[in-house]
C-alpha cells in the first residue's frame, strides 16, 4: 500500500481509506492523528469518511451535484474579507502616525533647544532680582536705623520739653513730692506698648500711688513719663486736666484690642476667690481692678464678689439681707474678718499646744550628783545613808554583832511603842 499523504510503500496497520478517491492514507497523515479516533468511530461514519483534500472541495459548490456552499461558511468568507480590509486600513494609518510622530520628535528637539536658551535668560533674570533684593533690604536696614535715631531724639526732646513745662508752670513746686512717694516712683514697672500684661501692672501700682495722696497725681505721672522715656506718656503728661481715670481710659482704649480687654476683666474682676486669700484681700482687689478698668456698676461688682467666694469665706456669712453696695459690703467685710481673726487664733493655740513638749532631765538632786562625777540613770532615786542603823564592826564577831543588832532593834520597837501610848 502507498499512503497518498506521505508517498510511503509500507504496509502500517493504521491505514484509513478516503469514501470519495478512494485514497489509502496513514491515520498518523490524516487530521485523525492517529488509528485511536478511527477505531472510536462507527461503520457508517467510516463509510462515509473523508480525506482532507476531498473535505475541502465539497464545501465550494459542485456543479455536477448542484449543491450550495454553507450560510456560516459564506459569512465566514465575508468576514475574512472585511477583516482583510481593516488590516490594510490600519497598516496605513500607522505609517501615518509613524510619519507624524517623527515629526513630534524633531519638534521635541526644537523645543528642548529653545528652552536651554530660555532657562539661561531666566537665570539671569533670577540673580539680577536677588541682587536688587539686597540691595532693597540694605537700604531698609540704614532707613530702619535711622529712624530709630530720630525716634529717640524725638523722645528726648518731648522729655525735655516736659521737664522745660514743670518748671515753667504753676505746679513747679509740685516737683518736691513727699518721700514716701518718691520711694515709690522707682517700683514703678516698665510699660510696654505691645505688651497688655505690663499695661495692667502699671495701671496697678499707679493706682496705688493715687490712693497714697491723689493731690500730686500730676507730678508722679510726668515724673514716670520722663523716667520710663514712653512717648504715649509724654503726650498725655503734657494735658492740663490730668487724673488717674482719664489716664487709665486712654491707655486702655490706645494699647488693647476688644478681645484683651474681655481677658483682662474675667481674670481679674470675674475671678473667684483663692483657697488662701482672705475675703478684705479679695473685695479690695476685685473693685481696685474695676475702678482700673470701668467695667461695672457698683451693684455688678457687689453680686459678682458675693457669687465668686470660696466656701470657707461663705460659710462665714449672717447676713438677713444681701449687700448691695460697697458701703454694706464693707460691714460684710469687717464682721467676716473678725471670725477669721478668732478662727486663726484657734487654730495657733491648737498647734502651739500639740508642739508643746513637757522638759525631761534629772532632777536638781540628781544634777547635783552628777555635777559631783557620780553615775546615775535618768529618775534613779540616789541613795542616801542612814547614819542612826547600826554599823557592822570588823573586831567583833558575827555572833556579838548580830545580838548588837537585834538588841538594837528591841530597843527601837519599845522606843516606838513608847511614843504611840504618849500620843
Not at 64 to 90: C, R, S
Not at 240 to 252: G, S
Not at 396 to 412: D, F, I, L, M
Request: glycine letters at 2%.
Amino acid at each position: 500500500m502507498e499512503c497518498a499523504r506521505c508517498k510511503s510503500t509500507d504496509q502500517p496497520p493504521d491505514d484509513v481509506t478516503c469514501s470519495i478517491c478512494q485514497s489509502r492514507f496513514h491515520a498518523a497523515c490524516t487530521r485523525l492523528e492517529g488509528i485511536e479516533k478511527w477505531t472510536r468511530q462507527s461503520k457508517d461514519k467510516r463509510a462515509v469518511w473523508k480525506c482532507d483534500d476531498c473535505l475541502g472541495q465539497s464545501l465550494t459548490r459542485d456543479p455536477a451535484v448542484g449543491k450550495d456552499p454553507p450560510v456560516w461558511y459564506m459569512q465566514l468568507i465575508d468576514d475574512l474579507k472585511n477583516i482583510t480590509d481593516e488590516l490594510g486600513t490600519l497598516r496605513e494609518g500607522q505609517a501615518c502616525l509613524q510619519t507624524d510622530l517623527d515629526q513630534v520628535v524633531i519638534d521635541m528637539e526644537g523645543i528642548k533647544s529653545s528652552s536651554t536658551t530660555r532657562q539661561t535668560v531666566s537665570d539671569d533674570i533670577i540673580t539680577s532680582l536677588k541682587t536688587e533684593n539686597d540691595n532693597l533690604r540694605r537700604q531698609y536696614d540704614q532707613l530702619a536705623r535711622e529712624m530709630n535715631k530720630i525716634k529717640s531724639h524725638i523722645a528726648t526732646q518731648q522729655s525735655s520739653s516736659i521737664n522745660q513745662s514743670l518748671i515753667g508752670s504753676d505746679d513747679a513746686l509740685a516737683d518736691k513730692l513727699p518721700a514716701y512717694i518718691e520711694n515709690e516712683l522707682y517700683k514703678v514697672p516698665k510699660l510696654y506698648t505691645e505688651n497688655p500684661w505690663s499695661l495692667i501692672k502699671f495701671l496697678d501700682k499707679l493706682f496705688n500711688l493715687n490712693e497714697m495722696n491723689s493731690v500730686f497725681f500730676k507730678q508722679i505721672f510726668r515724673r514716670i513719663a520722663t523716667y520710663q522715656q514712653n512717648s504715649i506718656l509724654h503726650r498725655l503728661a503734657s494735658e492740663q486736666d490730668l487724673n488717674f481715670k482719664k489716664v487709665a481710659d486712654e491707655l486702655m482704649e490706645e494699647l488693647t484690642t476688644p478681645q484683651t480687654k474681655l481677658n483682662l476683666v474675667q481674670e481679674k474682676i470675674l475671678r473667684s476667690q483663692n483657697y488662701l486669700e482672705n475675703f478684705r484681700t479679695y473685695v479690695d482687689d476685685v473693685i481696685k481692678f474695676n475702678r482700673i478698668l470701668s467695667q461695672y456698676s457698683e451693684q455688678d461688682v457687689v453680686k459678682s464678689i458675693l457669687q465668686g467666694t470660696n466656701s470657707n469665706t461663705r460659710a462665714k456669712f449672717h447676713f438677713s439681707t444681701r449687700p448691695k453696695n460697697f458701703a454694706e459690703l464693707q460691714i460684710l467685710v469687717a464682721e467676716v474678718e473678725k471670725l477669721e481673726l478668732n478662727e486663726n487664733l484657734h487654730k495657733s493655740k491648737t498647734q502651739s499646744r500639740k508642739q508643746f513638749i513637757p522638759p525631761t532631765g534629772p532632777s536638781q538632786t540628781q544634777v547635783e550628783h552628777v555635777e559631783d562625777g557620780r553615775k546615775i540613770r535618768p529618775n534613779h532615786r540616789p541613795y542616801q545613808p542612814n547614819f542612826s542603823a547600826p554599823r557592822f564592826d570588823k573586831t567583833k564577831s558575827v555572833t556579838e554583832q548580830k545580838q548588837q543588832k537585834g538588841a538594837t532593834s528591841v530597843q527601837q520597837r519599845h522606843r516606838s511603842r513608847e511614843l504611840f501610848h504618849v500620843g
